[in-house]
Each structure stands twice: as structure tokens, then as C-alpha cells.
């Protein structure tokens, strides 16, 4: 792992970023993907990470309701070219980066966290001292 990748993204990747996120989300919601995959889907997509040199991004997508993602992250990879030319439209760059679509695992994750933290056992130990009724209630 070199300096950079341990510091995480610079202003810019994230700006630019945060510019094709934007430009992609706009033209997914106006319709204008005609593959029958992505026919009456809400997709969202939550966050685009830009190489360096700014020459590569890929896109988290995810269904709004879930199901069915490898599908729509394949619709999407088939309008792959398509996709960079509409973005190239909409954001002003002097290179548009090539396009990769991932879906987005984070909210499976937070989805786990929520469960492991909900179980009886762990929401027990995270009760402030006083509030079980069983530890008698002594500070």
C-alpha cells in the first residue's frame, strides 16, 4: 500500500468524484438507459471512487429495495460506453475517466453491525451500569 492509498482520496479525486456520481444518478433517473434490465428500477448510486490520475472511476451502485443487483450491475456495464459519453455531457473534464460499475456492499455490512448489535447478549453490555435490573442497580 503506498502514502496515498493510506490517506485516502485527494480534494480532487473527490470532487471529481462526486461530479460523475451526480451525472450518473441524473441519467439514470431521466431514463434514459433503455435496457430492459433497468426498465422501471430505482438504482442509486452511492459513491464513485476516482483514480488518481483520474483516468478510471468506478461507481457503487445498488437497487433501491435491493434484489436482483448482479443484474443491474451487468445492464449497467453493457451501457458502459454509452454512460461515459453522457457523463462527458454533463461534467466538464478534460479527460472523462473510464467507467466501472461495482455493486455497493456497505449496506449488506451495515445490515450485520445492526444485527450483531441488536442481539441480546451484546445489547446487554452496551446498557449504561444502573439500567439492568438484574445488577441491582449499585454505582
Do not use: C, W
Not at 468524484?17 to 433517473?29: K, S, T
Not at 430505482?42 to 461507481?59: G, Q
Amino acid at each position: 500500500m503506498t502514502k496515498r492509498e493510506e490517506r485516502g482520496q485527494s480534494q480532487r479525486q473527490l470532487k471529481v468524484g462526486e461530479e460523475i456520481r451526480h451525472a450518473l444518478a441524473f441519467i439514470v433517473e431521466r431514463g434514459e438507459l433503455h435496457d430492459p434490465a433497468l426498465q422501471g428500477r430505482a438504482i442509486t448510486v452511492t459513491e464513485v471512487r476516482v483514480s488518481p490520475d483520474l483516468r478510471n472511476a468506478t461507481a457503487f451502485v445498488m437497487p433501491l429495495g435491493g434484489g436482483e443487483v448482479d443484474e443491474v450491475v451487468r445492464a449497467l456495464r453493457r451501457a458502459r460506453p454509452f454512460l461515459r459519453r453522457m457523463v462527458a455531457r454533463e461534467v466538464k473534464l478534460r479527460y472523462v475517466p473510464d467507467l466501472s460499475f461495482q455493486a455497493d456492499e456497505s449496506f449488506d455490512a451495515y445490515g450485520r453491525i445492526d444485527a450483531l448489535l441488536h442481539r441480546p447478549e451484546v445489547a446487554r453490555d452496551l446498557k449504561p451500569r444502573g439500567e439492568d435490573p438484574e445488577e441491582g442497580g449499585d454505582r
